[in-house]
């Protein structure tokens, strides 16, 4: 106990401690992430048609998988000051209610308007877009988390910011849409009559309420279409991922601060961006030889991309007009059961996770939504912060590790992504208050619309 | 340049830097707040008579103006170290907008899930029924901010917690409900059949949608009528501002740790538990003799206790069942403006606040609100919190006092208190965004009803 006490509850890091480089795991994975194809040809995406779409900075992030080390702009040091370094809080509250010898620390990326880890990436995309000498940006948001994410980060640096927000969130959930405007951005509910594809999806469907994949290709659409735009996303890409290594670097650096070495890594898996980010530099430890983890990915038991998708080249969006990736995926055409309540309905997941869990480097885990939110509840009483649904699946796990420790005595020390608050998911909580929240496992037959759908590649 | 570069954008204590007693500002005063009075015998309330509602010690720390430090139980230290300290943050971004030479900090409260200061008294008052062996507390809630803090405190200590929330919140700020029920706190639309005056309310007013008084009434009655409960109030109380002083005692360490010394100190004034707590070390500086400061309450020009009411001895609810207060007052009988968008709209203001600012200590100044959400707006995009509108009001007084350095080329430190956040607020905002927000200055005719509803004492 004595030597324990010298860890306060929460570590920070210290202004000068912070990182001021991203790390590309990339560089040291023997077995590098296949590159994106283009859907016509077949053949990998050069820089030239990447920058038609992307900034080309972030293309050039994109498709460099040597360098190991990127320089943080000094602009985006300065924004990540705003906010970060976000504390490594050691959960002392919960060790005591779960009465286990486990040492647990959670990396907490909430504490900032945007409510999660978007914000990391979100500021990197705007300042490159600004650099380059563009207007402005254009994304698609589903709950709202990442185009509140973009809209701050592109009022900071007078960007405009178009946002396609999946019209069933637009109506359901206003205060997201404020948040975004408040910042300055403007946000169309998809799909609109703003693009053709747009145009033609509701001539086609007059009473959609939308979905991401039609959110993205009007997105995209809308970038193409209008001169000094470019479209910017915020999870699965390489470049989000390296952005993202903010989170595990400044973890490294808190836990080394107390001589602390954990076990045990936990993220929940949607995309792949905060898994990603929080993993990397611990990945690049294993792949260097260097050190040894468990590293876990959970995942909703209803979107179980990784523990029962295929490992294949897939469309990213489910309009199918973006580049392949190759990526653990249920197929672009599978759709998530509309019982499900949090984030992470992503069909697929980032190439750089999809790799490194093929090459063995980290295990899988689906849990179910009930039990998530349980956890959620039982962690917001005892921790004080309300969780994101999304975080609250990496909270089940450390808590399900943390109990095996009780029953066998090890004293492990496991650290998990807590990527952000609940303010927004209230409708979800509510459900779970009210026990009228279910479960849903999809059958092997309810798979295989999905698996049909895969493009016929390698 | 060169001394302020050593500032970071946030000071954190350390730990071990951080309070561990208490300030009860009334100890310095020379002119003590006037006692609280029985409503029916015009006399001081008793010890006795106050236990019958809250808790002993509370009533010990209400009625105690002579002891300076009160220690802050270990289980509540502990409890702080979860959210607390809360950064002092040096607000860069926000000086470079104003193009001003003025030095701007801000105290920023918001980060724990209540999204308020409110959390720092509501650990406290459960913390002291839990001891006094209660089985749990009943308390009013408006928006939701004290309800919900209480009900993170009253979790934690595993103690029953029953708020009355008016009605028209109920319905219409379900999200703030569901936290309050995810925290395990049962909330019930006042008025309601549960109490006899609740009862009485809906026979008279079958359609009523509530009211803050109302829901006082029905909390009281709750706790007075079923055993082992007692009351809670979050704000106006003695007790209140003591807890509160954590915020001013944090903020004089953080400064002295950089040896800043304040000029301005500015915070939002509604029943005034935020001031007070922000304010009470600094008032206790001038009160020795030993610093100077300006110090300026701001309050919403719709509801003005201290720039337009009178100094007397009136109820402190609606209902007039609590014991009177001498304060700055617009009556129990004022009803603020239906286009009042923020909080901050009791009629009357803490004792303490109220002999502070009689005895010249501080000033006061009124803000409209567009004003107010203007500044709010410009705060957000800036410096990236979206802030409480109640928070705003501070905001709005320190950018118009940096904006004045800028005229006067004065390098003026300022510090304010942000107390929250608004993402609970997005109704109000979207007034803001949509150009619809109005604002409203009550003439004196309007004042009238109010002081008239005074009661005739001394």
Known sequence: MSEEKKI???????????????YNVRADMKNKPAPLLNPA????????????????????QELDDTTAYFDIPAEIQDFYKMYRPSPLVRAYFLEKALDTPAKIYYKFEGNNTSGSHKLNSAIAQAYYAKKQGLKGVTTETGAGQWGTALSMACSYFDLDCRVYMVKVSYEQKPFRREVMRTYGASVTPSPSETT??????LAEHPGT???????ISEAVEAATSMEGYRYVLGSVLNQVLLHQSIIGLETKAALKKYDIQPDIIIGCAGGGSNLGGLISPFAGEML????????????PA???????????YDYCDTGMICPLAKMYTLGSGFIPSSNHAGGLRYHGMSSVVSQLYHDGLMEAVSVEQTQVFKAAEQFARVEGTLPAPESSHAIRVAIDEALKCKETGEEKTIVFGLTGTGYFDMVAYQKYNDGVMTDYIPTDADLQPGF??????E
């Open 8 to 22: 306060p509850y929460k570590i920070y890091l210290e202004e000068s401690e912070m990182p001021t480089q991203w």
């Open 41 to 60: 040809t077949k053949k990998p995406m050069s820089f030239d048609e990447l920058r038609a779409v992307f900034c080309d900075e972030l293309v050039r």
């Open 196 to 201: 053709k594809v747009g145009q033609k999806i």
């Open 209 to 215: 309420s939308g979905s991401l994949g039609c959110a």
């Open 288 to 299: 260097r030889g260097e050190a040894n983890y468990r590293i876990i990915a959970v995942e």
């Open 302 to 312: 209803s979107c179980p991309s990784l523990t029962r998708g295929r490992f294949a």
């Open 452 to 457: 049909a759908s895969l493009p016929d590649v």
